[in-house]
Each structure stands twice: as C-alpha cells, then as structure tokens.
C-alpha cells in the first residue's frame, strides 16, 4: 500500500455519475470500503453495482467524480494486488486448465513453475486434480467457475472484488467457494463482494451498500442495515386467538404459528406482554433482526432471487 497508514480506505467513490446517453445509471455515489473487510454492493437488476465496479477499474470513464483504489485510480499494469472475478466467466476456453491457470500467473508477474505449482496445488483443494490437462471446454459451468476463481486468488491479492462467485452454484460447492473466500480475508485480504445471496450477506459481510437506480438507499454494517427497515421479526408457536396488532403486523399467520413484524418502538419484550396479557399461551417466541432478505424485500420489492441476472 506503499506507506499509507491502516485507516486509509482501500477503495474511495466520491461523488460518482455514470450517464450513458441522457440516462444516469449511477448518481452522485459516495462509499469506501476499509482495510480487511468484508463489503457487499448488493442491488436489483439495473441498479449500477456492476457499472460501479467496471468504472473503479477503469473499464468505463466516469461521467464525473473519483473512483480510487489504494488511494489513487487503478492501473491494472502496475497494480497486481487486485483480484478481479468479473459476472460473465471468461478464459481461453480450448486451452489446458493448467497452461491457463499458469499464464494468468505469469501475467501477475509470478515465475512459471511458481504459478503451475500453486494452480495445482489449487485444483486438488477444489476437487480438479486430475483436470490439469483437460480441456476448459470439457469441464462443467461450476467447474469453470472454480478455475476462474483459481486465477482470481493467485499470489493472495490484497483486494478481492467478486461479482456474484456462487452463482450457479449447489450448497457443497457454495460452501467451499466461501471457505476460500474466508480464507483470503483471514490472510488480510479486502472482499468486495456483489451477491443475490442474502444469508452470504449476513454471515460474510462486515458492512453493506445497497444501490437502488443508482443511489445509496442505505449503506452502513449489515446490523445498522436491518434495523433501518424494520425493529425485527418474532417467530412465534402459540395457541389461542392473537389479540388485535398493536404496534406490530402478523406477515404469516396459522393455526399455532406465527410470524410477527415489529413496528418501530415495540421491542419484542412489549409484544410477548401483549401476548400474555391476551390469554395466548406462548410456546415458543424467537425474536430475531429483520433478515437481509426481508430488507432486501422492502428495498426493491422482489426477492433476491428474482433480481440475479446480468444487468448494470
């Protein structure tokens, strides 16, 4: 980071607009993301998170304002210390996995056999030992995918910045993406994470940004982010009638099973006194934060599954 002090941020965006034609897909955006954590960019469809991150490495000019990577504008020629896993998955798809993996290494200045030994090092952890010599083109999707993750993480960069790396992915491969995720991180290294995954969200990511038209709708830690949209959900086994909503809504509600949201200023103890007072027997009361889906819910009115695709 040549010689800057640990509160500098690793990535700066101040006052970035990005207009194609009369359209602004990114407006007036301001965030940093700090040393060592783990930050999600999450966002519908359109809403200029993949816009964002191409602008920060130069891919696109921005329309006006800064985007800085260790202080000052990436300049993928001398800056080797940014890994870059971009949406659309592309290598040299008729090449040998290994030859691939080993030139990507070498582009990031790595010595030949240096690179070939940690790709293959690499293949065996995510169970593609023996695809060394195969052709990329024979391999599956998430195959692929694990091999470009491969070349991300090469000579542990200090930035990583992930455009949707589980995408396609089923949950025992999920898990062992993340893990080499985590990893990365637990060595020092800055995530930027873009993620339909809510529960990623939750369990990775330090502090959030979620883009909307390409504003800020809110941006602070994942706990600050819940409690803006909501006091909280109770989950709640009980028998007898609920009593009429005072300063809460019933969203799922059965026979013996409940789910409740908290208006602001009732805290779940308020509602289990209501539930009390009512004659409800309460068998069970989970309260919990608002979840990252639910906000995510709120934000855009669709689930996060409903807004993964390609798109600005």
């Not at 930027?192 to 909307?212: G, S």
């Amino acid at each position: 980071m040549g010689g800057m002090t640990d509160n500098t941020p690793v990535i700066e965006v101040r006052n970035f607009t990005m207009r194609f034609g009369d359209k602004a897909v990114v407006d007036d955006l301001t965030f940093d993301v700090r040393p060592g954590e783990t930050f999600g960019l999450l966002g519908a469809n359109g809403s200029g998170k993949t816009t964002t991150v191409r602008a920060l490495l130069g891919i696109y000019t921005p329309t006006a304002g800064e985007l800085l990577v260790h202080g000052r504008p990436f300049d993928p020629a001398a800056d080797y210390s940014l890994g870059y896993l971009p949406e659309e998955r592309g290598l040299y798809r008729k090449e040998r996995v290994l030859d691939v993996m080993t030139y990507f290494g070498q582009l990031k200045g790595l010595e030949r056999t240096r690179a070939a030994a940690w790709s293959q090092h690499f293949l065996e952890r995510v169970d593609l030992g023996d695809k060394g010599n195969a052709r990329l083109t024979t391999l599956s999707g998430g195959q692929q995918q694990k091999v470009q993750l491969g070349v991300t993480i090469m000579d542990n960069p200090s930035l990583l910045i992930l455009d949707e790396p589980t995408k396609g992915f089923d949950p025992v491969n999920r898990r062992l993406l993340l893990d080499l995720v985590e990893a990365q991180r637990a060595a020092g290294a800055t995530v930027v994470i873009i993620t339909h995954q809510m529960e990623e969200v939750e369990r990775l990511c330090d502090r959030v940004l979620l883009l909307k038209d390409g504003r800020a709708e809110a941006y602070g830690t994942v706990a600050d982010v819940q409690d803006a949209y909501g006091s909280g959900i109770v989950r709640l086994h009980y028998a007898g009638a609920l009593p009429e909503p005072h300063g809460w809504r019933p969203l799922t509600r059965e026979r013996n099973y409940a789910e409740i949201e908290l208006g602001e200023g009732t805290d779940a103890q308020v509602l289990l006194r209501q539930l009390v007072d009512a004659g409800v027997e309460v068998r069970s009361f989970d309260a919990s934060r608002m979840s990252m889906e639910q906000v995510f819910l709120k934000v855009y009115g669709q689930a996060p599954d409903e807004a993964e695709g390609a798109a600005a």
